[in-house]
């Protein structure tokens, strides 16, 4: 069962999935607390990276950050998916590739969505990153496009639940970020 790293992942707690908040780990750099060991779902804070500016101290807007790279870590070093607002700079500032580019040297790639797609009643557009991704193992996307809210945040969860388990089960694509290259 995957692991998710995020801020109010309380649908994931509900799924009977192990959560962690990003607010409550500690970032060192080059720590080696935490291991997932498996597939990653991360819902790193939007603030420091969405097109929206939210009015927010530097030295908050810094912790945002720093929490996005480190969520984005976890993806690379164990697989899995990271979730952010569309044309976040997180993919800049990251140099993560953008949709239709070749995969990256993690084996990472981009994918658009629409929390729409999921029952949202406004589009929401989306992008997935995504490490040890197999296209020919993509669950099925529901695209319930009547804008119905409801449980659209649950059927997304579900649906990224579904994905990570797919990326756990082929581990050829592993980073080893002790050496910094692909295994």
Aim: proline share 7%; aromatic share 10%; net charge neutral.
């Amino acid at each position: 069962m995957p692991v998710v790293l995020g801020v109010g992942t309380h649908r994931y707690s509900d799924l009977g999935v192990t959560c962690f908040d990003l607010a409550d780990l500690a970032f060192v750099s080059g720590s080696n607390r935490f291991h997932a060991n498996r597939p990653v779902i991360a819902h790193p804070p939007r603030h420091a990276g969405g097109r929206l500016t939210v009015p927010t101290n530097g030295r908050h807007r810094q912790r945002e950050r720093d929490q996005a790279m480190w969520a984005l870590d976890q993806v690379r070093a164990w697989g899995g998916v990271l979730e952010h607002p569309a044309h976040s700079s997180l993919w800049t500032d990251a140099d993560l590739p953008l949709i239709g580019a070749q995969r990256d040297r993690f084996d990472g790639i981009t994918l658009p969505v629409w929390l729409s797609w999921w029952g949202s009643d406004r589009p929401h557009p989306t992008w997935l990153y995504l490490v040890g991704y197999d296209r020919h193992q993509m669950p099925a996307m529901p695209l319930q496009l009547d804008g119905g809210r409801s449980g659209h945040g649950d059927g997304f969860a579900r649906w990224l639940l579904e994905l990570a388990v797919t990326i756990g089960s082929d581990q050829a694509w592993r980073y080893d970020t002790q050496r910094g290259s692909l295994c």
